[in-house]
């Protein structure tokens, strides 16, 4: 998923990452950081109705609550039909999040309270949303990357674990399908996405990858394996191309190197002429 927070900026997503995500020691620790924030600030004076206790069990609660709505929108989103990766305004599921999280602690506060204290929905709601956006705003762009960068790690290595990872952006290596330089940015092909354009070397992305990941024909291409690319003629010209609509030139100093990696690494030579 192709996720933007409050101030547009892309941050790149997998629906497996999520879960992960609220598991983080990090996560875990903001979460109850917030609702311990909320206790303190009692905006709605909750304390005034039920204890403290009561009202740590409330937001233990609404945090679980928050983090299933969030997962389930998302995983709803996710599963769309759409040709492409889904493009995700995080404010979005996020309000929609604490909306259903802020009914639930009106109703819970209410109960408790033995009806004294009586819901406020609509207020809250609006006040809720904007306690979102900021809490969600500090995670994203403070907490988020760290986070990331640790469950990335930690995954198996091979190139079905594999990232690549550009700045503080980082995509699983088999999500992409070809990359191509012009000038001083890179065009990123993805498998199921809409392609992206960064600023970058292809010399820097090129030494972080496997020789088994992919194959560079051309001094300003790189080609995934899973990519399934093969080699054709053109007259004398020589060309890698993909079922997803790659014509690679081939450099003439590379022709070897590249029929060696196919028939190592990849499709054998189909010496086809168009």
């Known amino acids: 998923m192709h996720t933007f927070d409050a101030l547009w900026h892309e941050i790149h997503l997998t629906l497996r990452e999520i879960p992960q995500i609220f598991a983080r020691r990090e996560a875990v620790v903001f979460l109850c950081l917030a609702g311990l924030t909320l206790i303190a600030l009692d905006p709605h004076d909750f304390l005034d109705h039920i204890t403290v206790l009561e009202a740590l069990f409330v937001w233990?609660?609404?945090?679980?609550?928050?983090?299933?709505v969030y997962f389930m929108t998302l995983l709803g989103i996710a599963m769309l039909p759409t040709k492409t990766a889904p493009k995700i305004y995080l404010p979005i599921p996020s309000t929609f999040a604490f909306t259903v999280t802020t009914i639930f602690v009106e109703s819970m506060i209410g109960t408790l309270s033995l009806g004294e204290y009586t819901p406020k929905v609509w207020p809250d709601i609006m006040a809720f949303v904007v306690v979102a956006q900021l809490f969600e705003f500090l995670f994203v762009r403070y907490?988020?990357?760290?986070?990331?960068?640790?469950?990335?790690?930690?995954?198996?290595?091979?190139?079905?674990?594999?990232s690549l990872q550009i700045g503080d952006q980082t995509w699983p290596l088999t999500d992409i399908s070809a990359i191509s330089s012009n000038q001083h940015y890179l065009q990123i092909d993805f498998l199921d996405a809409e392609p992206l354009s960064i600023r970058a070397r292809i010399s820097d992305v090129?030494?972080?990858?496997?020789?088994?990941?992919?194959?560079?024909?051309?001094?300003?291409?790189?080609?995934?394996?899973?990519?399934?690319?093969?080699?054709?003629?053109?007259?004398?010209?020589?060309w890698l191309v993909t079922p997803y609509g790659h014509k690679i030139p081939v450099a003439r100093g590379r022709i070897d190197e590249v029929e060696k990696w196919l028939n190592t690494h990849g499709v054998p030579e189909s010496n086809t002429t168009s």
């Open 60 to 68: 233990a609660c609404a945090d679980v609550i928050f983090a299933l």
């Open 143 to 162: 907490v988020l990357p760290d986070v990331l960068k640790a469950i990335r790690a930690n995954r198996p290595q091979g190139i079905g674990g594999r």
């Open 206 to 238: 090129l030494n972080d990858l496997p020789p088994e990941a992919g194959v560079q024909p051309h001094r300003s291409w790189w080609v995934a394996a899973h990519a399934c690319p093969s080699l054709i003629s053109e007259g004398r010209k020589r």
